[in-house]
Structures are given as C-alpha cells and as structure tokens.
C-alpha cells in the first residue's frame, strides 16, 4: 500500500542529505575553496542535480527497495561488475557513518576544556556503538524518530541564515588572489558526500503515491532545496566569520558561523544540535545499510550471514556494520573520510548514470541529459582523484583499497563458496 505523498517523499531526500555531512564538511571546504565556498557547494551540488535525473527515470521503472542495488543489477545484470559495485555500495555507507562519527566528536569535543586522543576516539565510538544498540533493540524507533529529527535540523540552518544575513560583510565572499577555480572544483567534489543521500527516495519508490509523477518531482525538489540551503550557509559562514576563525576551526566551523548573529549560545545550540544531527545519521545509515546487506545477502552478492534476522532486525548485519565503522572511524581522519565516501559515491553515481544510458529506451531518458550526467560524475571523480593524489594519497590508497576488496571477495566468493552452494543445492 502506498502511503508516502510528495512532501513525504522530498522530506525523505532532504533528511538524507542535511544528515551529519554539512557540519562535517563546512570546514573542508573553506579550506580549500577560501571566499568561493558557495561555488563549490554549487558545483557539488549541480553534480548531484544531474544524477538525479537518472535516478528518477530509472525509480519509475524499476522502483524497489533495492534502490541503486535494482538500478546496477538491471543495467549490467548479475555478474562480477554489479556484484562488486553493490559491494562498493555498502562499503561506502561504512565511510558516510565514520564520517558522521568523527564529526559528532569534534563537535562533542567543544563540550570539554581539555581535549585529548583518547576523549576524541571514545566520542567517535559512542556514536557508533549507541545508535547500533538502538538498531538493535526497537528498528522501529529509528524510522519513527528521523522525520521529527530532520525537521530540527532544518529549522536551525533555517535560523542560522535568517539571523545572521544582516551580520554578512560582502567583502568576504568577493573572489580575491587566493581565487583559484581547480581548487574550487575539488573543494566541491570532496563535499559531495553532503549531497549523496537523494538516491534514498529511490529504496522508498513503492510507497510512494501515483510514482509517475512524485518520484521525479521529489528528487529534483529535495535537491534544489538543498543546494539553495548549502549555498546560504556558506554565504553566511565565510560572509560572517574571518577565514581564519573557521579555518582554526575546521572540524566544527558551522558552530562558529552562528557566533556572530546568536553569540556563544548560538555556538552551544548548534554545538547541540550537529550532535544530534550526526547522531540520527549514524543512526539512519546503520538501519538502512544492514538492510542493504540484507538485500545484497538475500540476493547471492554477500554471505548468507547478513541475511539472517531476529524480530525483523537484520542483527548480523548491524554487528557488522557496527564493527567495521570503528575500524575505519577510529584510524583515517576526517578529510581522508570525507575525500573516500566523496569519491565512493561519485563512482558509484558514474555508473549509475551509465546504467540509465544502457536503459534509456525503456525508461524513457533522454540521452543528452544522461551524456551530461555521465561526463559530470567522471570528470568530477578525476578531478578528486588527481588533486587527492598529491595532497593526501593515503586517502587514495584507501579508495583504491575498497574497489579491489570488493572485485576479489565477489570474484572468490562468486567462484569457490557460491557457485559451490548452488551446486550443493
């Protein structure tokens, strides 16, 4: 029964995309974009619109739970490139929640005069650890409790805009000598991971009222809005705040960016609330990536393990989760975090834009939008890639790591333990 309408839907795709990333990854931007901030959130952001285009085609064709998993299934088939890209997939959701994880202790550090490597990495494990316990115990809660919680955190960004327009010195935001437009580039593709989680109303496409029309009206509203909302926080942070302040900054800058309308109780408030944003988040990605591996385990691609359920609760495949997110939370630091799931997710929308090229005719797409879409997501991925290179190449060697962790396990996986489980049967 479909029960979901078209603001239902939108919400869904804005609570997907203002989750933890925007407090993690103001502060990478400006470091790298300066006074052109906004112009990065604008390029990430046009990125994401482009891809959305596909996503909607392919979501009133083929709409499933399984969501991008359906998209690369039906484009490529079931075969080494799919299942090691729907590996890919999960694999990049454990970076999204060690991303809302080390941002959720920056902010939480705030709380502490004396800061330590040991309160930073007990932070990151609380907010880990506390929102799987709570996958496990009640699923319920989890989905009962994101509509209230994106609506908080819209209406502080809300807040934060509103206030502090008046405080904006135009000076700031004027493109001066440290202008330079490569750099603005890749400051928007390493927050491009702030943008991914529109493709979340495509594993809602079932429930959703007359699909036809309110799928594509959904993803193209829910991302416009977020790319209007992220481009008017930049304005106000570099608009409001000496670069130097935000860049010293760094990791909780958008706390910062309300100091000047709200004072240091605007600082707490939003201190609070990024703690309570990324908490959700975290909260959220658990749920839906232990359903992931549920769907992606149920169809062959990864051990029965993650298929099994207790109380409708895929537990497996939370403890999982929840054990690799702290490995990785726990060892890369947050602009490797943010580089990784930026680059995870463009390649993945690359070939998702590839599989609505391969099924244009029976979705209906138009081809020069979908050529767009698929020169923007490989030019944006080399880009990052190049500039990653030379600046943090242990981000690169992990990104490089992921795509040939996921290619051999489903090789040998496929080869010696599933091909011999379906000659058993």
């Known amino acids: 029964m479909r029960t979901i309408g078209l603001l239902g839907a939108i919400s869904i795709g ?3 995309m ?6 993690a990854v103001l502060g990478e931007a400006v470091s790298l974009a300066h006074s052109a901030t906004t112009l990065a959130f604008l390029f990430a952001g046009i990125v994401a619109l482009l891809t959305s285009y ?8 083929y709409q499933s739970e399984g969501g991008t998993v359906t998209f690369i299934d039906k484009g490529f088939g079931h075969n080494l490139f799919s299942g090691s890209v729907n590996l890919m997939l999960w694999l990049s959701y454990l970076v999204t929640i060690s991303l809302y994880a080390v941002a959720f202790a920056s902010y939480g550090e ?3 005069t004396q800061k330590s490597l040991l309160l930073h990495h007990a932070l990151i494990s609380i907010a880990i650890v506390l929102p799987a316990l709570i ?28 206030s502090g327009a008046s405080y904006v010195d135009t000076d700031r935001l004027a493109l001066g000598e440290n202008f330079a437009p490569l750099s603005v580039v890749v400051a928007g593709m390493i927050i491009f ?6 493709e979340l109303i495509a594993n809602a496409a079932e429930e959703i009222k007359n699909p036809a029309k309110n799928l594509p009206r959904a993803f193209y509203a829910s991302v416009s809005f977020v790319i209007l909302l992220y481009i008017l926080i930049a304005i106000i942070s570099v608009g409001t705040v000496p670069e130097a302040e935000l860049l010293e900054a760094k990791d909780y800058a958008l706390a910062i960016a309300a100091k000047p309308a709200l004072g240091t109780i605007g600082f707490t408030i939003v201190a609070v609330a990024a703690l309570l944003a990324t908490f959700s988040a975290i909260n959220a990605t658990i749920y839906g990536n232990a359903r992931l591996g549920y769907i992606i385990a149920t169809e062959g691609e990864l051990p029965g393990l993650l298929s099994r359920e207790k109380r409708e609760i895929p537990f497996m495949g939370v403890i999982i989760t929840l054990a690799l997110s702290l490995l990785l939370a726990n060892s890369i630091d947050l602009n490797a975090i943010a580089i990784i799931g930026s680059a995870s997710f463009l390649l993945i929308f690359f070939i998702v834009n590839l599989s609505a090229y391969r099924l244009r005719k029976e979705i209906g797409a138009r081809v020069s939008i979908l050529t767009f879409s698929i020169t923007a997501t490989f030019c944006a991925l080399v880009i990052l890639l190049y500039h990653t ?10 990104f490089f790591l992921f795509i040939v962790i996921s290619f051999c396990f489903e090789y040998f996986y496929g080869r010696l333990i599933r091909k011999k489980i379906f000659l058993e049967q």
Not at 54 to 61: G, P
Not at 145 to 160: A, C, G, N
Not at 193 to 198: D, K, N, S
């Open 18 to 23: 203002v989750g933890g990333g925007i407090f």
């Open 54 to 61: 596909s996503y909607a085609k392919l979501s009133v064709a």
């Open 193 to 198: 991971v702030a943008y991914e989680g529109f």
């Open 110 to 112: 705030t709380f502490f």
């Open 135 to 162: 996958n496990l115990v009640s699923a319920s809660f989890v989905s009962k409790s994101e509509t209230f919680i994106v609506v908080i955190k819209v209406v502080l960004l809300v807040v934060i805009i509103v």
């Open 389 to 398: 290179y030379s600046s943090n190449p242990n981000a690169i060697i992990i």
């Open 14 to 16: 804005v609570g997907g």
